[in-house]
Protein backbone atom coordinates (compact mmCIF):
# COMPACT_ATOMS: atom_id res chain seq x y z
CA UNK A 1 0.00 0.00 0.00
CA UNK A 2 1.21 3.51 -0.92
CA UNK A 3 1.31 6.19 1.86
CA UNK A 4 3.49 8.69 -0.09
CA UNK A 5 2.73 11.86 1.28
CA UNK A 6 1.33 10.96 3.93
CA UNK A 7 2.49 11.83 7.94
CA UNK A 8 2.03 9.38 9.91
CA UNK A 9 2.61 9.59 14.07
CA UNK A 10 3.75 6.49 15.69
CA UNK A 11 3.90 6.40 19.74
CA UNK A 12 6.17 3.59 21.08
CA UNK A 13 7.75 4.03 18.08
CA UNK A 14 11.41 2.60 19.20
CA UNK A 15 11.20 -0.95 19.56
CA UNK A 16 8.53 -3.82 18.98
CA UNK A 17 5.46 -3.32 17.33
CA UNK A 18 5.82 0.13 16.59
CA UNK A 19 9.05 0.44 15.42
CA UNK A 20 8.13 -2.38 13.04
CA UNK A 21 5.01 -0.03 11.91
CA UNK A 22 7.26 3.08 12.12
CA UNK A 23 10.08 1.26 9.55
CA UNK A 24 7.20 -0.16 6.98
CA UNK A 25 4.75 2.45 6.98
CA UNK A 26 8.35 4.70 6.03
CA UNK A 27 9.12 1.70 2.87
CA UNK A 28 5.71 2.77 1.91
CA UNK A 29 6.48 6.47 1.22
CA UNK A 30 5.23 7.63 4.78
CA UNK A 31 7.06 10.70 6.81
CA UNK A 32 7.27 8.85 10.24
CA UNK A 33 7.00 11.21 13.43
CA UNK A 34 7.94 8.60 16.27
CA UNK A 35 6.92 8.82 19.79
CA UNK A 36 8.95 7.19 22.96
CA UNK A 37 10.44 7.47 25.99
CA UNK A 38 13.16 5.74 25.39
CA UNK A 39 15.12 8.43 23.24
CA UNK A 40 17.95 6.29 22.51
CA UNK A 41 16.69 3.74 20.77
CA UNK A 42 13.69 6.23 19.40
CA UNK A 43 16.59 8.22 17.81
CA UNK A 44 18.78 5.18 16.25
CA UNK A 45 15.20 4.37 14.87
CA UNK A 46 14.44 7.45 13.36
CA UNK A 47 18.42 8.51 12.62
CA UNK A 48 17.24 5.36 9.53
CA UNK A 49 13.90 6.96 8.47
CA UNK A 50 14.86 10.17 6.09
CA UNK A 51 12.97 13.04 6.93
CA UNK A 52 11.17 11.79 10.13
CA UNK A 53 11.02 13.37 13.19
CA UNK A 54 11.59 11.71 16.87
CA UNK A 55 9.77 13.17 20.01
CA UNK A 56 11.07 12.09 23.23
CA UNK A 57 9.02 11.93 26.19
CA UNK A 58 6.46 10.60 27.90
CA UNK A 59 2.70 9.91 26.14
CA UNK A 60 0.70 10.15 29.71
CA UNK A 61 1.95 13.61 30.34
CA UNK A 62 -0.34 16.09 28.98
CA UNK A 63 2.18 19.09 28.32
CA UNK A 64 4.71 16.66 26.73
CA UNK A 65 1.79 15.95 24.48
CA UNK A 66 0.73 19.69 24.09
CA UNK A 67 4.15 20.12 23.07
CA UNK A 68 5.29 17.19 20.87
CA UNK A 69 1.65 18.30 18.55
CA UNK A 70 3.13 21.29 18.43
CA UNK A 71 6.30 20.41 16.98
CA UNK A 72 4.51 17.75 14.65
CA UNK A 73 2.06 21.05 13.20
CA UNK A 74 4.66 23.12 12.85
CA UNK A 75 6.89 21.32 10.52
CA UNK A 76 4.08 19.18 8.74
CA UNK A 77 0.43 20.97 9.28
CA UNK A 78 -1.90 17.98 10.36
CA UNK A 79 -1.14 14.51 10.73
CA UNK A 80 -2.67 11.46 8.52
CA UNK A 81 -2.35 8.76 10.33
CA UNK A 82 -1.95 8.08 14.12
CA UNK A 83 -0.53 4.58 15.91
CA UNK A 84 -0.99 4.33 19.38
CA UNK A 85 1.53 1.22 20.23
CA UNK A 86 3.16 2.86 23.42
CA UNK A 87 2.10 0.50 26.36
CA UNK A 88 3.44 -1.76 28.92
CA UNK A 89 2.67 -3.85 31.83
CA UNK A 90 3.46 -4.60 35.62
CA UNK A 91 2.40 -8.51 35.73
CA UNK A 92 0.62 -7.52 39.18
CA UNK A 93 -3.26 -8.29 39.84
CA UNK A 94 -5.48 -6.18 42.09
CA UNK A 95 -4.34 -6.86 45.23
CA UNK A 96 -0.45 -6.52 44.33
CA UNK A 97 -1.21 -3.36 42.90
CA UNK A 98 -0.20 -0.40 44.34
CA UNK A 99 -2.27 2.94 43.12
CA UNK A 100 0.73 4.45 41.92
CA UNK A 101 0.87 1.22 39.67
CA UNK A 102 -2.49 1.12 38.45
CA UNK A 103 -2.08 4.89 37.47
CA UNK A 104 1.21 4.67 35.75
CA UNK A 105 -0.07 1.70 33.62
CA UNK A 106 -3.43 3.54 32.59
CA UNK A 107 -1.28 6.53 32.23
CA UNK A 108 0.23 5.39 29.45
CA UNK A 109 -2.12 2.66 27.91
CA UNK A 110 -5.16 4.63 28.08
CA UNK A 111 -4.88 8.25 28.71
CA UNK A 112 -1.56 8.30 26.39
CA UNK A 113 -4.32 6.63 23.92
CA UNK A 114 -6.67 9.51 24.69
CA UNK A 115 -4.39 12.52 24.63
CA UNK A 116 -2.86 11.76 21.11
CA UNK A 117 -5.87 11.18 20.00
CA UNK A 118 -7.03 14.59 21.01
CA UNK A 119 -3.97 16.24 19.82
CA UNK A 120 -4.53 15.43 16.36
CA UNK A 121 -8.13 15.06 15.89
CA UNK A 122 -8.86 18.56 15.55
CA UNK A 123 -6.08 18.38 12.42
CA UNK A 124 -7.70 15.77 10.77
CA UNK A 125 -11.88 16.78 11.07
CA UNK A 126 -10.81 20.10 9.78
CA UNK A 127 -9.41 18.60 6.72
CA UNK A 128 -12.23 15.78 6.88
CA UNK A 129 -9.51 13.01 6.72
CA UNK A 130 -7.33 11.06 8.81
CA UNK A 131 -6.93 7.38 10.25
CA UNK A 132 -6.01 5.82 13.62
CA UNK A 133 -5.03 2.72 14.75
CA UNK A 134 -4.91 2.17 18.71
CA UNK A 135 -2.88 -0.94 19.75
CA UNK A 136 -5.08 -3.17 21.79
CA UNK A 137 -4.53 -6.62 23.16
CA UNK A 138 -6.19 -10.65 22.74
CA UNK A 139 -5.71 -10.41 26.63
CA UNK A 140 -8.77 -7.50 27.15
CA UNK A 141 -11.16 -10.21 25.36
CA UNK A 142 -10.00 -13.22 26.59
CA UNK A 143 -8.43 -12.45 29.97
CA UNK A 144 -5.88 -13.23 31.27
CA UNK A 145 -4.07 -13.47 35.08
CA UNK A 146 -1.55 -11.46 37.00
CA UNK A 147 -2.18 -8.52 34.64
CA UNK A 148 -5.16 -6.25 36.00
CA UNK A 149 -4.09 -2.89 35.14
CA UNK A 150 -2.99 -4.09 31.48
CA UNK A 151 -6.46 -5.74 30.86
CA UNK A 152 -8.19 -3.36 32.34
CA UNK A 153 -6.63 -0.29 30.35
CA UNK A 154 -6.39 -2.11 27.30
CA UNK A 155 -10.15 -3.18 27.45
CA UNK A 156 -11.06 0.36 27.90
CA UNK A 157 -8.40 1.30 24.54
CA UNK A 158 -11.30 -1.46 22.83
CA UNK A 159 -14.09 0.93 23.74
CA UNK A 160 -12.44 4.13 22.75
CA UNK A 161 -11.89 3.06 19.98
CA UNK A 162 -15.23 2.24 18.93
CA UNK A 163 -16.50 5.43 20.69
CA UNK A 164 -14.18 7.85 18.18
CA UNK A 165 -14.84 5.64 15.53
CA UNK A 166 -18.60 6.72 15.90
CA UNK A 167 -18.00 10.36 16.97
CA UNK A 168 -15.74 10.95 14.06
CA UNK A 169 -17.60 8.98 11.51
CA UNK A 170 -19.16 11.81 9.71
CA UNK A 171 -15.78 13.70 9.77
CA UNK A 172 -13.96 11.77 7.28
CA UNK A 173 -11.96 10.07 10.25
CA UNK A 174 -11.47 6.26 10.68
CA UNK A 175 -10.58 4.22 14.05
CA UNK A 176 -9.74 0.87 14.70
CA UNK A 177 -7.73 -1.35 17.17
CA UNK A 178 -5.49 -3.66 16.10
CA UNK A 179 -5.88 -6.61 18.83
CA UNK A 180 -1.98 -8.52 18.45
CA UNK A 181 -2.10 -12.04 20.23
CA UNK A 182 1.44 -12.90 21.89
CA UNK A 183 4.14 -10.71 20.08
CA UNK A 184 8.13 -11.66 20.37
CA UNK A 185 8.79 -7.86 21.45
CA UNK A 186 11.07 -6.91 24.57
CA UNK A 187 7.56 -6.00 26.20
CA UNK A 188 6.48 -9.58 26.20
CA UNK A 189 10.34 -10.73 27.02
CA UNK A 190 10.10 -8.92 29.83
CA UNK A 191 6.81 -10.27 30.83
CA UNK A 192 8.33 -13.93 30.62
CA UNK A 193 11.42 -12.91 32.47
CA UNK A 194 8.59 -12.44 35.30
CA UNK A 195 8.17 -15.56 35.84
CA UNK A 196 9.69 -18.53 37.82
CA UNK A 197 10.68 -20.08 34.85
CA UNK A 198 10.40 -18.12 31.73
CA UNK A 199 11.23 -21.10 29.10
CA UNK A 200 8.07 -22.71 30.47
CA UNK A 201 6.20 -19.27 30.28
CA UNK A 202 7.40 -18.81 26.78
CA UNK A 203 6.27 -22.43 25.63
CA UNK A 204 2.49 -21.93 27.24
CA UNK A 205 2.03 -19.01 25.59
CA UNK A 206 3.06 -20.77 22.11
CA UNK A 207 0.61 -23.03 23.15
CA UNK A 208 -2.10 -20.97 23.50
CA UNK A 209 -1.97 -20.15 19.86
CA UNK A 210 -3.65 -22.36 17.46
CA UNK A 211 -1.05 -22.08 14.99
CA UNK A 212 1.96 -22.71 17.44
CA UNK A 213 4.13 -20.01 17.51
CA UNK A 214 4.45 -16.25 18.77
CA UNK A 215 3.69 -13.74 16.42
CA UNK A 216 6.03 -11.05 14.93
CA UNK A 217 6.05 -7.57 14.92
CA UNK A 218 6.00 -6.99 11.77
CA UNK A 219 2.86 -8.76 11.25
CA UNK A 220 1.15 -7.09 13.70
CA UNK A 221 2.65 -4.13 11.50
CA UNK A 222 1.56 -5.66 8.18
CA UNK A 223 -2.03 -5.41 10.29
CA UNK A 224 -1.63 -1.86 11.18
CA UNK A 225 -0.50 -0.41 7.88
CA UNK A 226 -3.60 -2.15 6.62
CA UNK A 227 -6.25 -0.08 8.89
CA UNK A 228 -4.38 2.93 8.22
CA UNK A 229 -4.34 2.85 4.67
CA UNK A 230 -6.50 3.46 2.18
CA UNK A 231 -7.35 -0.46 1.13
CA UNK A 232 -9.33 -0.28 4.57
CA UNK A 233 -11.52 2.87 3.51
CA UNK A 234 -14.82 1.28 4.61
CA UNK A 235 -13.55 -0.39 8.12
CA UNK A 236 -14.08 1.78 11.03
CA UNK A 237 -15.02 1.17 14.78
CA UNK A 238 -13.55 -2.65 14.01
CA UNK A 239 -11.25 -4.34 16.02
CA UNK A 240 -8.67 -6.53 13.36
CA UNK A 241 -7.03 -9.75 15.69
CA UNK A 242 -3.94 -10.91 14.67
CA UNK A 243 -3.54 -13.38 17.18
CA UNK A 244 -2.57 -16.48 15.66
CA UNK A 245 -6.34 -17.85 16.68
CA UNK A 246 -5.57 -17.14 20.57
CA UNK A 247 -9.56 -16.17 20.45
CA UNK A 248 -11.03 -18.16 18.20
CA UNK A 249 -9.71 -21.61 20.59
P1 LIG B 1 7.74 -2.77 23.46
O1 LIG B 1 8.08 -2.68 24.90
O2 LIG B 1 8.72 -3.36 22.52
O3 LIG B 1 7.36 -1.33 22.89
C1 LIG B 1 6.59 -0.41 23.61
C2 LIG B 1 7.24 0.95 23.47
O4 LIG B 1 6.43 1.90 24.17
C3 LIG B 1 8.65 1.02 24.07
O5 LIG B 1 9.54 1.56 23.11
C4 LIG B 1 8.49 1.93 25.26
O6 LIG B 1 9.63 2.73 25.52
C5 LIG B 1 7.30 2.79 24.84
N1 LIG B 1 6.58 3.37 25.97
C6 LIG B 1 6.06 2.71 27.04
N2 LIG B 1 5.50 3.58 27.87
C7 LIG B 1 5.65 4.82 27.33
C8 LIG B 1 5.29 6.12 27.72
N3 LIG B 1 4.62 6.36 28.86
N4 LIG B 1 5.60 7.16 26.90
C9 LIG B 1 6.29 6.96 25.76
N5 LIG B 1 6.68 5.74 25.34
C10 LIG B 1 6.35 4.68 26.12
O7 LIG B 1 6.36 -3.55 23.41
P2 LIG B 1 5.45 -4.07 22.20
O8 LIG B 1 5.21 -5.48 22.45
O9 LIG B 1 5.95 -3.61 20.90
O10 LIG B 1 4.11 -3.29 22.54
C11 LIG B 1 3.50 -2.37 21.67
C12 LIG B 1 2.02 -2.34 22.01
O11 LIG B 1 1.47 -3.61 21.69
C13 LIG B 1 1.74 -2.09 23.48
O12 LIG B 1 0.64 -1.23 23.60
C14 LIG B 1 1.40 -3.47 24.00
O13 LIG B 1 0.54 -3.41 25.09
C15 LIG B 1 0.71 -4.06 22.78
N6 LIG B 1 0.65 -5.51 22.79
C16 LIG B 1 1.79 -6.26 22.81
C17 LIG B 1 1.71 -7.63 22.84
C18 LIG B 1 2.92 -8.50 22.88
O14 LIG B 1 2.78 -9.70 23.11
N7 LIG B 1 4.12 -7.97 22.64
C19 LIG B 1 0.41 -8.32 22.86
C20 LIG B 1 -0.72 -7.44 22.80
C21 LIG B 1 -0.60 -6.09 22.78
Redesign the pocket.
Known amino acids: MDLAGRVAVV??????????TARMMASRGATIVG????GA??DALCAALPGSLALV?????EATVAAHAGAVAERFGAADILV??????TGKGVVGSTLDEWNAVL???LT?TFLWCRALLPGMVARKAGSIVL?????AFAGGRSNAP?LAS?GAVASLGRCMALDHADDGVRVNVV??????????E??FARSADPQAARARSVARHPLGR??R?EE?ARAILFLAGDDASFTTGSCLMVDGGWLAA
Open positions: TGAATGIGAAVDRNALGDVGDTAAGWSNTNGVGSQLYKVPGAIDTPLLRALGAV
